[in-house]
């Protein structure tokens, strides 16, 4: 009997390996997906887990890489979650950004989201269930000074994420989108919980639990938006 499948696109050392790491664990195959496997590979040999962990290199800029990248998952079983966790940044002022650097962007975590939430959704509409899940960011609801790069394709992304859940949910997906609205806890940012306190950065474990519980949620109850964030953030 074939397992069923979660796709986590944009895997990485933090949120993005929670994620893969929560799927496996609940006994599903998950495709983890990254555009290089230099780090997928080990991680994914030595994480003792209940399900199967599959690395895949992927560019979600790409419309074929993208559709390979689903045309694989398919071969191992029943899709069933999705969860788009790519994206890119580069901080400029307004005045420096460059065509290249924002077309980049946008391309990644806008337009990755969109090829990766259609082929997720063509596999799904046939069997009328699954979930598709996107990362947003505190950038999702306010473009700040300096984050046009971010904050521009976070918008479209939280848009596209509404438009498929209303298209989508009547006909059995549920689409999600989560804004993580702090500082994920990570080496580069352990200064900050230092000076902050306990508990003031988010945990990718406790962020990956609320993505499984949205991804377990009973149609009658479905979250479109969830927003995540430690006790130390101002909202």
């Not at 992304?157 to 689409?175: F, I, Y």
């Amino acid at each position: 009997m074939q397992r069923e499948v979660a796709v986590v696109v944009g895997v990485g050392a933090g949120l993005g390996w929670s994620l893969v790491k929560r799927f496996a664990d609940a006994g599903m195959h998950v495709v983890a997906a990254a555009r290089t496997l230099d780090k997928l590979e080990g991680w994914s040999r030595t994480h003792s887990t209940q399900g199967k962990i599959e690395p895949f290199a992927c560019d979600v800029t790409q419309p074929a890489q993208v559709s390979g990248l689903f045309e694989a998952a398919s071969a191992s079983g029943p899709l069933r979650a999705t969860v788009f966790n790519a994206g890119a940044f580069e901080m400029a002022s307004i005045l420096d950004v460059t065509p290249e650097s924002f077309e980049r962007c946008w391309r990644v975590g806008c337009l990755g989201g969109l090829l990766v939430g259609q082929a997720a959704a063509r596999l799904m509409l046939p069997r009328g269930e699954g979930s598709i899940l996107f990362t947003g960011a505190t950038a999702s609801l306010r473009g700040s000074a300096r984050f046009a790069n971010l904050a521009v394709p976070k918008f479209g992304l939280r848009a596209l994420a509404q438009s498929m859940a209303r298209e989508l949910g009547p006909k059995g997906l549920h689409v999600a989108h989560v804004i993580i609205d702090g500082q994920i806890e990570s080496e580069r940012y352990r200064h900050l919980g230092e000076q902050r306190g306990p508990d003031s950065l988010l945990p990718p474990d406790a962020i990956a639990e609320a993505y499984y519980q949205l991804h377990l949620q009973p149609r009658g109850a479905w979250t479109q938006e969830l927003d995540l964030r430690p006790w130390s953030e101002k909202f």
